[in-house]
């Protein structure tokens, strides 16, 4: 009995078997990628070219262009994420880009703001907060206020301008907005330090830590996807994104000593003030 039963497991081993060499599973499509099947998974296609805030990627080196295409593979294929990420763009972005261009800032730094939040109002464990991940020191440094009952910095318009405020003067000092996005991660001495002692001042050239090495690589991934959805197989309807949300603002000068109370007083909920 067991020398059949090895039989019959072995005959449906070579049965399975040949049905993968055939190449008889099933076809499905997704999006625009084309057909893929159990065993066949298309890979992410890079853009034949792509720049950050006018400053080109040079995709002609092969280092660069691996980079960028473990960032596209990612982000691609990490589906509800960057779903999640395509949805409140939608909200956020015609908020955050005016700000941007009122203070000169290119319009590719809003994927900055999408790579480092999410577009939301988290905590980093370093203590980074809200859509633009300021440390406390760096919003008080720029008069936000920060203390246990006000967070300015989650307060988009004025972290926005916060943000805006450190760009400019890396940029400044870098005279490279490429530069100036890997030093809003690493910080402005640490990339001038490895710019001193490398002997360049290019990005794409600079020896840097893990996480500021993928960096602008993440952000031109988002980028790309973002502005053709389509080819990399996100097919959102508009009533799937995300609509911006009414608000008005309400001036006051006492401080605010019970916030639920605050709230019905203002025809609102706790939860709605609560970042």
Not at 27 to 48: C, F, S, V
Not at 135 to 154: F, P, Q, S
Not at 174 to 198: C, D, E, L, P, V
């Amino acid at each position: 009995m067991k020398r059949i039963a090895i039989a019959i497991v072995a005959a449906a081993a070579l049965i399975v078997a040949g049905i993968l060499v055939s190449g008889t599973t099933k076809e499905k499509t997704i999006g625009n990628r084309g057909h893929i099947n159990y065993d066949k998974i298309n890979g992410a296609m890079l853009p034949q070219s792509i720049s950050f805030a006018g400053e080109k990627a040079p995709l002609d080196k092969f280092y660069v262009r691996e980079a960028l295409d473990k960032e596209m593979q990612v982000n691609t294929y990490w589906h509800s994420s960057t779903l999640m990420l395509l949805k409140r763009a939608n909200r956020w972005f015609p908020q955050i880009v005016p700000i941007l261009k009122e203070n000169n800032i290119p319009e590719d730094f809003k994927y900055l703001a999408l790579i480092e939040s999410g577009l939301e109002n988290v905590v980093s464990p370093a203590g980074a907060a809200g859509f633009w991940q300021l440390m406390e020191g760096t919003a008080r440094d720029h008069n936000l206020e920060v203390n246990k009952d006000v967070d300015e910095r989650y307060q988009l318009k004025k972290s926005t301008q916060v943000a805006c405020d450190y760009l400019n003067s890396a940029y400044q000092q870098f005279g490279s907005w490429t530069m100036a996005a890997a030093s809003y991660n690493a910080g402005k001495r640490r990339i001038r330090q490895a710019s001193h002692k490398q002997q360049v001042d290019n990005y794409y050239q600079l020896y840097l830590n893990a996480e500021t090495s993928r960096y602008v690589y993440r952000i031109l991934a988002v980028k790309a996807i973002y502005e053709n959805p389509g080819q990399y197989g996100f097919a959102l309807r508009p009533q799937d994104l995300y609509q911006p949300v009414k608000t008005r603002e309400v001036h006051f000068n006492d401080e605010i000593g019970d916030l639920i109370v605050f709230a019905r007083e203002h025809v609102t909920t706790y939860k709605m003030l609560k970042p």
